[in-house]
């Protein structure tokens, strides 16, 4: 790659690892809001012993429609305007900026 782009290796592997990381904290970070969404530890009493159980929320018909809905709206977006020229980070920037004007309230999500 650092041959065919006609710069050192080091700008490449740099390159590479700031994208890198900057998807696995996105990620992380999903996986942890999600994480807090559906899951909550309720304390209890017993015996006056103060412990902890962990609950599991199940989702709702209307948060799975939200996230099929999401999906099926902004892989198309995302698609073109990789398949239009656009760089990576140009394309995830604008899908998101598209994601999050659509999905910030503009839609009513009442089923």
Known sequence: MAELL????WEVAYRGAFLALIYYGTLAFSIYLLTIKHLRVAIRSDDNRIGSSLVIERLSINEILITILFF?????????LLA????TISAALITSLIALIIFSGGIPFHV
């Open 72 to 80: 099926v709206l902004i892989l198309p977006v995302l698609t073109y």
């Open 84 to 87: 239009s020229g656009y760089t």
């Open 6 to 9: 006609d710069v050192s290796y």
